[in-house]
């Protein structure tokens, strides 16, 4: 072969295999996956996130190039006040998972924005955390504690609670977990202290209660009473006169004791003051409008009322008492319905021998005997 036809073949294969690799490359590229991301903050101030999975390893992206990861071909900023923010256009190494959420609406934790993220239960303890991450519970930890410290806090004190939760056990069972759901009560309801009653763990003679019902049903103000359990986590969805609760407990079966009696804070007030439940609840504890309102009972002509419109509905029986008074503000307010059965429990009791205890200690102390 001669030395030019050599010379040619030569740049015929060179130019072979420059071609071959260059369509090599861009089949590569092909198949590496190209995102976009915003990093603006969502609404009640929800921070975003975005993560990578490579293989056990979770990588928080922080808006830079991750070498082996990710790379940022561009980036489009948008002013807007608090709502600015820069919109990232970013092209993935293969074999790279990305997660992307902010953190939760309802609780504003990490763990329920992850939840939503992926599409699964809101993680309880670090074994939920690291199958929804995809990575192992190790992999999990390593990340969060340094990322956020918060989150890790609080799955630790889980698995802290569950810890002594078996250990009180006498003997080897699993926990059972159990969700208590409530909410959208009544105003009438209401009143009468829903928000601050105990509710019913399902299939155990147990519930759940405040520590202090002043502060409402949030994760560290609940107690497992009358079995040995802990709570697990509290979620609160809006709705109708305060929403709806859904507690997650882990209780331990066979371990039921005595539920001890429970009483609201109005009830407290009531039997502490010797008056009565029912017009405390009836006029929201203010005790000022009790007395005026026990006053009148007492002064009214019960003898003068007819039975028939008495035993009617709430107007009727408003507009008899209203007549036979003469006051057309003898309720102060109060739902006659709610207040009626007063008035015939203190008029029966004065027509017996012997005054109905509970009434006649009430009138006494509201000095109204």
């Known amino acids: 072969m001669c030395y030019s036809c050599r010379e040619a073949l030569d740049a015929g294969n060179a130019l072979f295999h420059a071609h071959g690799k260059s369509h090599e490359q861009e089949n590569r590229r092909k198949k590496m996956e190209n995102i976009t991301w915003s990093d603006g903050i969502g609404s009640r101030g929800r921070n975003p996130f975005l993560l990578f999975v490579r293989g056990d390893e979770v990588i928080v992206f922080h808006g830079q190039n991750i070498p082996g990861v990710v790379v940022v071909r561009g980036t489009d900023y948008t002013k807007n006040g608090k709502w600015s923010h820069t919109t990232y256009r970013l092209e993935l190494a293969n074999g790279i998972r990305h997660i992307a959420g902010r953190d939760g609406w309802e609780t504003g934790r990490f763990v329920e924005g992850l939840a939503s993220a992926v599409g699964c239960k809101t993680p309880d303890t670090w074994a939920d955390t690291a199958t929804a991450l995809g990575v192992s519970v190790p992999s999990a930890m ?27 056990s006498e003997q080897e069972t699993d926990s059972v977990i159990v969700t208590v759901s409530f909410g959208s009560p009544s105003n009438r309801s209401i009143r009468e202290g829903y928000w601050e009653s105990p509710k019913g763990i399902q299939g155990y003679n147990a519930e759940i209660r405040l520590k202090d019902s002043g502060n409402g049903w949030v994760e560290g ?69 009790i007395r005026e309102f026990m006053a009148k009972v007492a002064r009214l002509d019960a003898s003068k009322l007819d039975e028939h419109e008495f035993s009617c509905g709430r107007a009727r029986k408003e507009a008899e008492v209203i007549r036979v008074s003469g006051d057309p503000d003898f309720f102060l307010g109060a739902d006659p319905l709610e207040v009626c059965g007063y008035i015939e429990e203190v008029h029966s009791a004065s027509n017996r021998p012997v005054d109905n205890p509970s009434n006649g200690d009430a009138l006494r102390k509201a000095g109204l005997r």
Not at 142 to 163: G, H, I, M, T, Y
Not at 231 to 256: F, Q, R
Not at 266 to 286: S, Y
């Open 221 to 289: 103000n609940i107690e497992v009473v009358g079995i040995s359990g802990t709570v697990l986590s509290v979620k609160h969805s809006a709705g109708m006169h305060g929403g709806y609760y859904a507690v997650s407990v882990a209780v331990i079966p066979g371990t039921e004791t005595e539920i001890p009696p429970f009483q609201t804070a109005r009830e407290k007030a009531a039997t502490e003051r010797g008056l009565p439940e029912n017009l405390f609840r009836a006029f929201n504890g203010d005790e000022n409008r």
């Open 142 to 168: 390593e990340l969060l504690r340094s990322w956020r410290p918060k989150a890790a806090e609080k799955l630790d004190e889980v698995e802290q609670s569950l810890a002594k939760l078996e250990e009180v």
